[in-house]
């Protein structure tokens, strides 16, 4: 079992930039892809960015690449994402996941572990 904690949600201007982290029980962190992902306003879940086990390889949804950083510390066990140049539209939950990924990792369901959110609010 992976219990997972996100933290450092918050409201911010538009233009100013958040880091939010995910703390995760359990010592197999390591073999675990780290993943984030959004849910807005009436809209459905999507997938934001992933990290391999290794913390090496990072992935991330057209929408907010060049703005958002992933990166892993296995050693904290912590997977972070930093966000930059926020936009009102990345108003959502923010939710990180854990899972043994082996095929489409911006899909859920490759997912197993779920924490239970942090708001993130950008206003205009």
């Known amino acids: 079992q992976v219990q997972l904690i996100e933290s450092g949600g918050g409201l911010v201007q538009a233009g100013g930039s958040l880091r939010l982290s995910c703390a995760a029980s359990?010592?197999?962190?390591?073999?675990?892809?780290m993943a984030w992902f959004r849910q807005g306003p009436v809209k459905e879940r999507e997938f934001v960015a992933a990290v391999t086990g290794s913390g090496r390889y990072t992935y991330y949804a057209d929408s907010v690449k060049g703005r958002f950083t992933t990166s892993k510390d296995n050693a904290k066990n912590t997977v972070y994402l930093q966000i930059d140049s926020l936009k009102p539209e990345d108003t959502a939950v923010y939710y990180c996941?854990?899972?043994?990924?082996?095929?489409?990792?911006?899909?859920?369901?490759?997912?197993?572990?779920w924490g239970q959110g942090t708001q993130v609010t950008v206003s205009s």
């Open positions: 359990g010592r197999t962190f390591s073999t675990y892809t």
């Open positions: 996941a854990a899972g043994i990924v082996v095929g489409n990792r911006i899909s859920d369901r490759a997912y197993d572990y």
